[in-house]
């Protein structure tokens, strides 16, 4: 199985048809559950509206313009918890408020992370050829995608040692060689832009 590896015109990556299935189908997963349900395929809108007038560009208070209206509090969904943890765990004042202040932001930007994945794999796999932007995003996806299986499966930083434990009639064996293989991609994906 080939990882992704430094050409002269960016990084590059060759996946076969059924692995390039398991990369969009999880990455277009893990963009829905952060995104909303069709997330991963909608178009990016725009935040405001044409024709909206001065009084709306300069609202009086700092903190109305950068509220995000967001939730305070940490997502009940284990996954999500797990994807924005909270930033202060000492002190939950600031951890909601921090939450309620950029939790759309790094929404938004885990959902174009997956998009550019989806938008440079071909459903029929094949090579593929990323800039740095790209490749930096594909790792951002990849990411989010092996912390969401990871709550899922009950990984522990022993996961190496369960794997190789793993029989197969375990229902978890197929899942766990899927989660090591995002390791392996994200693994050489890092060296290959370093």
């Known amino acids: 199985m080939a990882g992704f590896r430094r050409t002269p015109r960016g990084v590059s990556a060759r996946f076969t048809s059924a692995q390039a299935g398991i990369v969009r189908n999880l ?38 313009m950068l509220d995000s209206g967001g939730p305070a509090g940490v997502p009940d969904d284990p996954v999500l918890a797990r994807l924005f ?4 765990g000492d002190d ?27 938008a440079t794999l071909p459903d029929s796999g094949g090579r593929i050829r990323l800039s740095a932007g790209d490749a930096e995003a594909w790792l951002r996806a990849l990411n989010d995608v ?28 197929a899942y766990l060689q899927v989660y090591d293989w995002l390791t392996f991609l994200q693994e050489t994906l890092v060296r290959s832009l370093h």
Not at 38 to 63: I, K, Y
Not at 85 to 88: C, G, H, L, M
Not at 102 to 111: A, C, F, H, N
């Open 85 to 88: 943890p909270d930033a202060y």
């Open 27 to 64: 990455v277009g997963q893990v963009a829905d559950l952060v995104g909303g349900e069709g997330a991963a395929s909608a178009e990016a809108t725009g935040r405001g509206e044409a024709g909206e007038g001065p009084d709306s560009l300069f609202p009086g208070d700092l903190a109305a």
């Open 92 to 118: 939950a004042e600031a951890a909601g408020d921090f939450r309620r202040y950029t939790e759309q932001g790094l929404r938004d930007g885990k959902v174009a992370a997956a998009r550019t994945v989806l």
């Open 146 to 173: 092996r912390l969401a299986l990871g709550v899922l499966l009950g990984i522990t930083e022993d996961y190496e040692r369960e794997l190789a434990d793993v029989t197969a009639t375990d229902p978890r064996s």
